[in-house]
C-alpha cells in the first residue's frame, strides 16, 4: 500500500528486523512489487563475513533457501558462516545480512562445491517490511 507517492523508488533496498528481504522492482502511485531474494532469478553479490571472500547468492526453487551457483571447491565457506550483502554492483548496500551457511558439499564430478543458505529473515511470512532510504543504487537500463 505504498508507492510513488510515498516516495518509493525501483531498486530500493527491502529488509526485515534480521536482514535483506528484497528490492523494488516496480512502483505505481499507491503500490510497489519487490523481489524476493529466495527468487530463482535473483543473485545477490554478497560477502562472506568471516573471509572477506567474495560470492553470488541465488534464490532456489527449494523455497526458503539461497544457493551460491558454481563456487570453486577451495572457497573458504564452512557452515555457520555469516553472508552479508557485499555493495559490489551497487544494486545493494553493503553489509546488510542475508543470512548463515548451513551446508557445504564439494561435487568432484562437476568441479564445484554446492553451497546452502537459510536466509534471516522468514520470506514470504512477513507482515512488514523495512526500506532503506540513505542508499540510492544503480539501476540498469535498457537502452
Known amino acids: 500500500d505504498k508507492g510513488e507517492k510515498h516516495g518509493i523508488y525501483v531498486g ?3 529488509i526485515g528486523v534480521n536482514g535483506l528481504v528484497g528490492q523494488i522492482i516496480d512502483t505505481a ?7 524476493l531474494i529466495t527468487d530463482p532469478s ?3 553479490p554478497a560477502i562472506v563475513n568471516r573471509t572477506g571472500v567474495n560470492i553470488l547468492v541465488s534464490g532456489h526453487i527449494n ?3 539461497l544457493i551460491v551457483p558454481y ?3 577451495s572457497v573458504d565457506i564452512v557452515n555457520g558462516d555469516i ?3 557485499s555493495g559490489l554492483a551497487g544494486r545493494f548496500k553493503g553489509k546488510i545480512p542475508i543470512g548463515v551457511v548451513t551446508k557445504k558439499t564439494s561435487n568432484r564430478d562437476k568441479k564445484f562445491s554446492e553451497i546452502e543458505i537459510k536466509p ?3 520470506i514470504g511470512q512477513m ?3 523495512i526500506l532503506i532510504w540513505d542508499y540510492k543504487p544503480k539501476v540498469e537500463t535498457n537502452e
Open 83 to 85: 553472508i552479508s550483502t
Open 63 to 65: 523455497e526458503g533457501i
Open 127 to 129: 507482515s512488514e517490511l
Open 120 to 122: 534471516f529473515e522468514k
Open 12 to 14: 530500493q533496498n527491502v
Open 29 to 35: 502511485f499507491l503500490s510497489s512489487k519487490v523481489i
Open 71 to 73: 563456487a570453486e571447491m
Open 42 to 44: 535473483h543473485s545477490i
